[in-house]
């Protein structure tokens, strides 16, 4: 998936209002035998089977496909999705992840996610943040009254803000993630980064 560092993050957000949506919401089993690591296949899948009826038409009053939602994220534009408690249940597939970075999401905002597919997220250069309840339910309140509102996560000071209401709330990243978002590291290009300390390791050790 690609690797963007994380910074200031401002953005609309799509609200997927839908409390314990598991991974086969997220991307339906079927997709799982595939071998590709094509972001836009992954992308394509995410939400399949409610974003399109059994005929592959798309769901009108689904959100992602209502016009305030439907364009698909970019650079300040949805790039954000505000989702129910219990984000991510389910079945561990990390395929779940990939669709959803493979869409152009870059943060999924909820008051609880699952722990595996909170890990994979991360992984996949998505941000999960846990906000409370309270927050989460005044974020889907205000994009339901104007789907043109922003929402401002700034990583480096872990703070999620809700540009409508200037109300914000401090979040929790673990400091080794936090440090591979904000330089677009995965786990090897972050032990490429130290290959001169983990050499000289190793050459004190022998001595």
């Not at 839908?18 to 035998?33: H, S």
């Not at 846990?130 to 990583?155: C, G, H, M, R, S």
């Amino acid at each position: 998936m690609a690797k963007q560092k994380f910074n200031i993050i401002q953005s609309t957000c799509i609200p997927v209002a839908i409390d314990n949506c598991n991974t086969d919401l997220i991307i339906p089993a079927r997709y799982l035998a595939s071998t590709t690591r094509d972001p836009k296949f992954f992308g394509d899948a995410f939400m399949h089977d409610l974003r399109y009826d059994a005929d592959g038409k798309p769901v009108e009053d689904f959100v992602m496909n209502r016009p305030d939602f439907s364009e698909a994220p970019h650079e300040g534009c949805h790039e954000i999705i505000v989702g129910g408690q219990n984000w991510g249940s389910g079945s561990s597939r990390e395929h779940a992840a990939w669709a959803i970075a493979g869409y152009g999401v870059r943060v999924v905002i909820s008051s609880s996610f699952a722990d595996i597919h909170r890990n994979n997220l991360l992984n996949c250069f998505v941000l999960p943040v846990v906000v409370t309840k309270e927050f989460q339910q005044e974020l889907f309140d205000t994009i339901a009254a104007d789907p043109k509102a922003e929402v401002k996560v700034d990583v480096p000071n872990q703070t999620v803000t809700n540009l409508s209401t200037g109300n914000s709330e401090h979040f929790e990243i673990n400091s080794y993630k936090k440090y591979c978002l904000e330089n677009a590291y995965d786990d090897i290009d972050f032990l490429l980064s130290n290959t001169d300390k983990i050499e000289a390791f190793e050459n004190e050790a022998t001595v």
